[in-house]
């Protein structure tokens, strides 16, 4: 019987531990502040910031909303950023994804500054996180990272597959899998003969966007598979880019949708924040 990974659980354990870490800092007098900046009313992006505001106020730290108008030029969303810049009371910067179609994304996070950058997809962050410097992961991958080692699942030296080569899970993915040891194979839509390479892996990530598209016929048996995606079926039941009533019985471990990645998403926004924190009052 596969175990279960449970993000939900996992998700809530770091943020009690950050909790912890928070009211220590508070008491040393350092508050922590994160800015997130919404333009817009995308249904999706709002459940995505109340959820990020959620977990601002059960760790402790302050959440300071900038919710604006569709109609926000570039110039002035990009103003508001270099002033939350220049704001020591800020520790970190969030811009809600996507943003309209008349802003330049890359344009965008680019004006955050690398060391208040807690979504790390400033160019500079990824470049540190490349180098094997420190710096802010994207809180995703980062999140599959503590999945994986706090459910007792080894990376070193096993041969790990990452579908999908997105800038924000497959890349940086890649990267923290080659820090922990993995030996990593990325594959895409246009990876030749996927199911072989797929059946390759001791541990399978899955962001290939597509719903239900990963079966047992990917997957080695006690392989761990980790579901990336989300979705909506037939019957409007969320779920993930693997078929998982499929492939639960091939693998050792396999993380749910929902109830998987999700939480742990924001879980370790949370924990870029406090970085973000402790890192800017070392250099006061």
């Not at 096993?158 to 890649?174: D, Q």
């Not at 990325?186 to 966007?209: C, M, P």
């Not at 079926?233 to 109830?259: F, H, M, Q, R, W």
Request: proline share 4%; charged share 25%.
């Amino acid at each position: 019987m596969a175990q279960i990974i449970d993000g939900k659980l996992i998700s809530k354990q770091i943020k009690d531990e950050l909790k912890e870490q928070v009211q220590s800092m508070k008491a040393e007098g350092t508050n922590i502040c994160l800015a997130v900046i919404q333009v817009g009313e995308d249904p999706a992006s709002t459940v995505y910031v109340n959820n990020k505001k959620k977990a601002c106020t059960y760790t402790g730290i302050e959440s300071r909303a900038y919710e604006l108008p569709e109609s926000t030029s570039e110039a002035e969303l990009i103003s508001l950023v270099e002033q939350l810049n220049a704001d020591d009371g800020v520790n970190g910067i969030l811009v809600q994804l996507p943003l309209p179609s008349h802003m330049n994304e890359d344009k965008i996070i680019r004006t955050i500054s690398p060391d208040k950058d807690v979504d790390g997809f400033h160019p500079v962050s990824v470049g540190r996180l490349w180098i094997g410097e420190e710096g802010f992961v994207s809180c995703t991958p980062a999140g599959i990272i503590q999945l994986l080692k706090r459910s007792g699942i080894e990376i070193s030296g096993k041969e790990c597959v990452v579908i999908g080569r997105s800038n924000i899970v497959g890349k940086p993915m890649a990267a923290l899998l080659l820090r922990e040891n993995g030996t990593v194979t990325v594959a895409h839509s246009r990876t030749e003969n996927l199911k072989e390479v797929a059946k390759r892996a001791d541990i399978l990530i899955v962001a290939i966007g597509k719903k239900e598209f990963i079966n047992s016929e990917y997957i080695k048996d006690g392989a761990v598979i980790i579901d990336v995606g989300m979705h909506r079926d037939e019957n409007n039941k969320l779920c993930g880019d693997v078929d998982y009533a499929d492939a639960v019985s091939k693998a050792s471990a396999i993380t749910p949708v929902p109830g998987g990645v999700g939480p742990m998403t924001i879980a370790m926004l949370m924990n870029n924040c406090v970085a973000a924190a402790r890192r800017q009052e070392e250099l006061r």
